[in-house]
């Protein structure tokens, strides 16, 4: 059962990535809405779930706490790095000039992005797909109706999840095809994920460490990468209002998930 609930993420995924791609008349919508998303998953699903699997504290801090600000600040450094890796190589084209080339199917260092940030938000998209269904198939063992209730956040997450992975992708000026190929990667990710739970189990503790981690540097790349960048050229209300929506999106989600 968990894996054919599992398919419905599959699909679901794919749709949100198929939005994201076709509105890109609308770049800035499209970034807004995808910071709030990202932004609502980790503040009103992630974060509460890794605290309660991982409360235990460390020297008066919750680890899964610890493990937040860990994720924010590899997220950090790692861009950091690729940023010096990137002025070492004289790379400096306009942002603009990454996108047009993204869009065309480029995929080469422009506009102070780095295409490998972006797959590796992605792949750590992927990765939580994969737990997003692992926590699928756990909660499946458990009883129909704890089952449900997990399907219905999984299933509408993916949307997001798929929107997120495609635009993130796209965002530091990587090929469109690299794009589909993680945003398939990601859709595939929550059917291994639920059938992977017939060999074995996930420790909670360690599936709240993980969740907390992953909150840490999502929030990191919604607040300090795609929230600016949405603003940095249309700062109309609309993007402000895509933002909120997206945020009220996920609280809608976990309120009707039960949490």
């Given at each position: 059962?968990?894996v054919?609930?599992?398919?419905?993420?599959?699909?679901?995924?794919?749709?949100?990535?198929?939005v994201?791609?076709?509105?890109?008349?609308?770049?800035h919508?499209?970034?807004?809405?995808?910071?709030?998303?990202m932004?609502?998953?980790?503040g009103?699903?992630?974060?509460?779930e890794?605290?309660?699997?991982a409360?235990?504290?460390?020297?008066?801090?919750?680890?899964?706490?610890?493990?937040?600000?860990?994720?924010?600040?590899?997220?950090?450094?790692?861009?950091?790095?690729l940023?010096?890796?990137?002025?070492?190589?004289g790379v400096?084209?306009?942002?603009?000039a990454?996108q047009?080339?993204?869009m065309?199917?480029?995929?080469?260092?422009?506009?102070?992005?780095?295409?490998q940030?972006?797959?590796?938000?992605?792949?750590?998209?992927?990765?939580?797909s994969?737990?997003?269904?692992?926590?699928?198939?756990?909660a499946f063992q458990?009883?129909?109706?704890?089952g449900?209730?997990?399907?219905v956040?999984?299933?509408?997450?993916d949307?997001?999840?798929?929107?997120?992975?495609?635009?993130?992708?796209?965002?530091?000026?990587?090929?469109?095809?690299?794009?589909?190929a993680?945003?398939?990667?990601?859709?595939?990710?929550?059917?291994?994920?639920?059938?992977?739970?017939?060999?074995?189990?996930?420790?909670e503790?360690?599936?709240?460490?993980?969740?907390?981690?992953f909150?840490?540097?999502?929030?990191?790349?919604?607040?300090?990468?795609?929230?600016?960048?949405?603003?940095h050229?249309?700062?109309?209300?609309s993007?402000?209002?895509?933002?909120?929506?997206?945020v009220?999106?996920?609280?809608?989600?976990?309120?009707?998930?039960?949490?």
């Open positions: 059962m968990a054919v609930v599992a398919l419905g993420a599959f699909l679901m995924t794919l749709f949100g990535g198929w994201a791609g076709r509105v890109t008349d609308r770049r919508l499209v970034l807004g809405l995808a910071g709030g998303l932004l609502g998953v980790v009103l699903d992630l974060l509460p890794a605290l309660e699997a409360g235990a504290e460390v020297f008066g801090v919750p680890e899964a706490l610890l493990l937040f600000v860990g994720g924010f600040l590899f997220a950090h450094v790692v861009e950091r790095l940023a010096v890796r990137r002025a070492a190589h400096g084209a306009d942002w603009g990454a047009s080339t993204s065309r199917g480029g995929g080469r260092e422009t506009g102070g992005r780095v295409p940030v972006g797959l590796t938000a992605a792949a750590a998209m992927v990765l939580h994969l737990m997003d269904g692992i926590a699928l198939g756990a458990i009883g129909g109706g704890m449900a209730t997990v399907a956040a999984v299933i509408t997450h949307f997001a999840d798929g929107f997120n992975t495609y635009t993130i992708t796209s965002l530091y000026g990587n090929a469109r095809r690299k794009a589909v993680m945003l398939v990667a990601d859709a595939v990710a929550p059917v291994l994920g639920a059938a992977s739970t017939l060999l074995f189990t996930l420790p503790e360690l599936l709240g460490g993980y969740l907390g981690f909150g840490g540097a999502l929030l990191y790349l919604a607040a300090a990468e795609i929230l600016p960048e949405a603003h050229d249309h700062p109309a209300r993007t402000l209002l895509c933002t909120v929506a997206g009220a999106f996920i609280w809608l989600v976990v309120g009707v998930s039960g949490g």
